[in-house]
């Protein structure tokens, strides 16, 4: 595996509470905390119907590259407010109401927000893997998106 240089904020790298004294070195405690983030996506991943997740992934077409700088729970708060303005033009494509969806959303626990959010960047972000699959379904899916239908 190739190495990889990470910067931290003197913030964030205060959050990590790396041990000083202890044996567990940098890349260990990251590495750790990934593998709990992504736990807790895959576990607090909402099943929602097709029209729910395309909207979802239609929506934050370049919207995560913009929230970087927020805390997790403003970037959620900001996406709402854009699926919650997306429609009617959503409302139609996608067989949607995008402010009751938006209000849903809102609806998840901070960890089920994220998963969306998480899926849409997945889609984004991956289109080698997008390119395997025929239909969008099977793409969101393969994404790790849940379905209700």
Known sequence: MPKHTLYFSEPMFRRIALDPAGTEGLSSRVSRLCSIALDLIDDNMPTLTYGEWVTFI?????????????????????????????????????????????????????AGRLAVLEVCRRFWTQPEKNARYDSYRDIVEAHGAKFED
């Open 58 to 110: 239609d929506v934050s077409n370049g919207q995560w590259r913009n929230l970087s700088d927020l805390d997790p729970a403003a970037e959620t708060e900001s996406f709402a407010y854009s699926v919650a303005d997306s429609g009617p033009e959503c409302n139609e494509k996608w067989g949607v109401q995008c402010v009751p969806l938006a209000k849903k959303y809102m609806a998840l626990p901070l």
